[in-house]
């Protein structure tokens, strides 16, 4: 075993999703900025685009703003259509802000 | 310090209506000069609109108006806190001859209402601007409405010639709270930062409570007390355009840094670049600081030139949707739902694609291709309810789907209760953006008619 511990995105962050058309950003906010570096490292964009894999998004881009221990997450066509054409319940995505909390992460 | 405050009354069209009258009470209290904003218009909610209007003239502004100003218009009216909302939807001049109205019946001087235009374009002339900006292929036969975002400066210069209700269409969230700033401080159309700075405080005001704990809450996580009496939020904008938000005195909920900063962010794209059509904005040296119970404070938020276009949101006819859903609980319960998911697919999936949920196992997560649903290992749960979903534009199809599902009470697997179908037209929406010199904005204002 190495000396990394496994924990999910929930225990170190919280996130917020909205909506635009068929694109959502999702925004995610260290609890502590002492975490905000390890998040940096371990939620690329390439680890959300597979943890998001199943929606098929066309791409995901991140942006960072450390002042603010955060990052914003944003995934183009990520909602089967947007608002007026998903057959989701929730066709705003408004609950992938918890998909995206249970990314496993190694501190 | 000069100081204005703007309060928030709603943040979307179906918001509490019991949520303004205490942050009036509160923008009484501090005292000064203040405004009142009223955000209604949700990307969809005015084509919901321009169809009311179609049933009926009279209709096409927000059916919740007169409940949620009602209460406040005699105090905001007496206290020159001005009221600002994108409240008239597709009927903007319905809405000012509904606060008419209730002005008169509560015996209060008529106020001066105006009513900002521009943003419809969903006449003939209207429909031309749209065909030239799209990009897409579109199929204009089943073309229903569209609207461009207006800005603040409208809003403005109706408040400095004299408004007291200032209504408006669709017009961008943040300029409900920019316009009211923009005729208090004076600022110039490039003044970026302080554009910027003010646009940003109504970006936090505009969602109402999802700045003061909802949308935020998890319990034992993210705690929020008071949450069944949630106070709306009120920022306090100083004259560089940074902003100080708080709520509505003797309320639940919570303005915290967290708060502030899962709101700043919701529905923004690159930060470096949030486009209105006021102002350019960038959060790359924003700063966000608790200064006090529940007071957070927005500072270094930069601006930058307007964009040269206007967003316009075009809707046209989507088809219907159709769903429908039945329960299974008890013993071997999530394996008779599944049968149902079987047979629905086996007898319908020819006619429409179709969408599962199975609701205790995965409901909103999934996605319309039924990945991620197909993906989980079958289990024993013991309550589980199937949802059927499908889009068609034949109104035919979509009926024989909820009749099939229906028919899952005799004639599928056992156990199968409280089965609901429901089925609704459905708008379909693309985006342009439209060089805004094609689109200018005015303001007149309303005028008692005779028969009034």
């Known amino acids: 075993m190495s000396d990394t511990a496994v924990t999910t995105l929930y225990d170190l962050a919280h996130a917020r999703t909205g909506d635009k058309g068929d694109h959502i950003n999702i925004s995610l906010i260290a609890y502590d900025p002492a975490h905000y570096d390890t998040l940096v490292r371990e939620v690329t964009p390439e680890r959300v685009a597979a943890h998001f894999a199943y929606r098929e998004p066309a791409a995901v881009r991140r942006y960072l703003l450390p002042h603010l221990g955060a990052m914003n997450f944003v995934l183009d066509r990520a909602l089967d259509g947007g608002v007026n054409a998903s057959l989701n319940l929730d066709m705003h995505g408004k609950a992938l802000s918890f998909h995206l909390l249970d990314m496993p992460i190694e501190l | ?452």
Request: aromatic share 6%.
């Open chain 2, 1 to 452: 310090m000069n100081t204005f405050l703007i309060g928030c009354g709603a943040g979307f069209s179906g918001d509490r209506v019991d949520a303004p009258p205490p942050v009036v009470r509160t923008l009484v209290r501090r005292g000064g000069p203040a405004a009142l904003m009223f955000e209604n218009l949700a990307e969809r909610t005015l084509a919901t609109a321009q169809l009311a209007r179609r049933s009926n003239p009279a209709l096409g502004y927000d059916p919740l108006l007169e409940l949620a100003v009602g209460p406040v218009l005699a105090d905001c009216l007496a206290h020159g806190i001005t009221i600002v909302g994108n409240f008239g939807a597709a009927n903007p001049r319905g809405a000012a001859r509904a606060l008419a109205r209730m002005a008169r019946a509560q015996g209060l001087a008529a106020p001066r209402i105006a009513i900002v235009s521009g943003d419809d374009l969903s006449d003939a002339a209207g429909r031309a601007i749209v065909r030239g900006c799209l990009s897409t292929p579109w199929d204009e036969s089943r073309f229903v409405c569209a609207s461009a975002y207006q800005g603040a400066f409208e809003i403005a210069d109706a408040i400095r010639a004299g408004a007291q209700i200032v209504v408006t269409g669709r017009v961008a969230d943040p300029s409900l709270a920019l316009g009211p700033a923009i005729a208090h401080f004076g600022w110039r159309r490039d003044d970026w930062d302080a554009l910027a700075g003010a646009t940003f405080a109504g970006h936090l005001l505009e969602c109402g409570a999802q700045v003061t704990g909802g949308y935020f809450c998890d319990p034992g996580r993210k705690d929020v007390q008071g949450m069944e009496d949630i106070g709306y939020p009120i920022a306090e904008i100083a004259s560089d355009g940074s902003c100080t938000i708080t709520k509505a005195d003797d309320t639940g909920g919570l303005v915290s840094v967290q708060t502030v900063k899962e709101q700043l962010l919701y529905e923004v794209h690159d930060p470096a670049a949030y486009l209105t059509p006021d102002v350019v904005c960038d959060l790359s040296a924003a700063r966000v600081q608790e200064t006090g119970p529940h007071q957070v404070r927005l500072s270094g938020v930069r601006g930058k030139p307007r964009p040269a276009t206007l967003k316009a949101t075009v809707f046209t006819e989507g088809g219907w949707l159709g769903e429908g859903e039945i329960s299974y609980a008890g013993r071997n319960a999530e394996a008779r739902a599944r049968l149902a998911m079987d047979i629905m697919q086996k007898r319908c999936g020819g006619d429409m694609h179709l969408r599962f949920d199975l609701i205790g196992l995965s409901s909103i997560h999934g996605d319309d291709h039924n990945r991620l649903l197909s993906r989980l290992p079958a289990g024993q749960l013991r309550d589980v309810r199937l949802r059927v979903a499908g889009r068609h534009d034949d109104e035919a199809r979509v009926d024989r789907l909820l009749r099939e599902l229906t028919a899952l009470w005799t004639g599928g697997p056992a156990g199968g209760g409280g089965v609901r179908t429901g089925k609704r037209k459905r708008l379909s929406n693309i985006s342009c953006y439209i060089p805004r010199e094609q689109l200018p904005a005015r303001f007149d204002f309303h005028e008692e008619g005779p028969a009034e």
